[in-house]
T-cell receptor, first 109, second 111 residues
Framework: RKEVEQDPGPFNVPEGATVAFNCTYSNSASQSFFWYRQDCRKEPKLLMSVYSSGNEDGRFTAQLNRASQYISLLIRDSKLSDSATYLCVIFSGTYKYIFGTGTRLKVLA | DGGITQSPKYLFRKEGQNVTLSCEQNLNHDAMYWYRQDPGQGLRLIYYSQIVNDFQKGDIAEGYSVSREKKESFPLTVTSAQKNPTAFYLC??????????FGAGTRLSVL
C-alpha cells in the first residue's frame, strides 16, 4: 500500500459546482496534514493546513479523519481559476513529508 | 519580498557533465529540502538540511550532492552518476517541522 494515495482524476466539473477530493494515508502516526495546489509546470503552493476539528477558508473546507486515515478537501462554487492539481501532503516526522501524486481538477465554463 | 529563489529556470546537461542548481532563501528558515518531481509521480526527497553544515540523504540521493555552508543557500549538484536526471527540481524551506514553502523550480533536461 502506498504511503499516501489520491485519485488522479481528472475531475471535470462545471463552474459553480461543488467537488470533493479524498486522500488516504497509511501511517497512523502521521502528525500534520496539508493541501497544496500546483498549477501546470509551477511549484506547489500551500492551500491550507488540515486540522482535526476541520477548517474552512472561504470556499475551501478541509477535514481530517484519523480513525479512517484520510483527509478531504471540499471546494464549493468552483471557479475556472480553481483548475489545478491538488496535492495531499502528510508530515510523518523527522523532516519526512510524503506527497501524494495529486488530483487534477478541471472547472469547465 | 521574502521567498525562495531557484536558478536557472531551465538547465541542459551534457552526458558526463556535473551541473549545479542554485537555491537561495531569505525567509530565515533553518530547514531546506531538495525534491525531484517526475510526471505522474509525487515529489521525492533527494536531500534535506536542518542546520548549516549538516545535511541528510533523502529517498533518492544517489547521483546527487549538496552543501549547506550558509543558512540562506542550499545548492544541489546533479552528478554524471545520475543516469536519469531529466525532471523538475524543487527546493523548499520550512521553520522546524511545519509548512514548507517552495521555489519556482528548475527544469533539467539532457542534451
Amino acid at each position: 500500500r502506498k504511503e499516501v494515495e489520491q485519485d488522479p482524476g481528472p475531475f471535470n466539473v462545471p463552474e459553480g459546482a461543488t467537488v470533493a477530493f479524498n486522500c488516504t494515508y497509511s501511517n497512523s502516526a502521521s502528525q500534520s496534514f496539508f493541501w497544496y495546489r500546483q498549477d501546470c509546470r509551477k511549484e506547489p503552493k500551500l492551500l491550507m493546513s488540515v486540522y482535526s476539528s476541520g477548517n474552512e477558508d472561504g470556499r475551501f473546507t478541509a477535514q481530517l479523519n484519523r480513525a479512517s486515515q484520510y483527509i478531504s478537501l471540499l471546494i464549493r462554487d468552483s471557479k475556472l481559476s480553481d483548475s489545478a492539481t491538488y496535492l495531499c501532503v502528510i508530515f510523518s516526522g523527522t523532516y519526512k513529508y510524503i506527497f501524494g501524486t495529486g488530483t487534477r481538477l478541471k472547472v469547465l465554463a | 519580498d521574502g521567498g525562495i529563489t531557484q536558478s536557472p529556470k531551465y538547465l541542459f546537461r551534457k552526458e558526463g557533465q556535473n551541473v549545479t542548481l542554485s537555491c537561495e532563501q531569505n525567509l530565515n528558515h533553518d530547514a531546506m529540502y531538495w525534491y525531484r518531481q517526475d510526471p505522474g509521480q509525487g515529489l521525492r526527497l533527494i536531500y534535506y538540511s536542518q542546520i548549516v553544515n549538516d545535511f541528510q540523504k533523502g529517498d533518492i540521493a544517489e547521483g546527487y550532492s549538496v552543501s549547506r555552508e550558509k543558512k540562506e543557500s542550499f545548492p544541489l549538484t546533479v552528478t554524471s552518476a545520475q543516469k536519469n536526471p531529466t525532471a523538475f527540481y524543487l527546493c523548499a524551506s520550512s521553520i522546524g517541522l511545519n509548512i514548507q514553502y517552495f521555489g519556482a523550480g528548475t527544469r533539467l533536461s539532457v542534451l
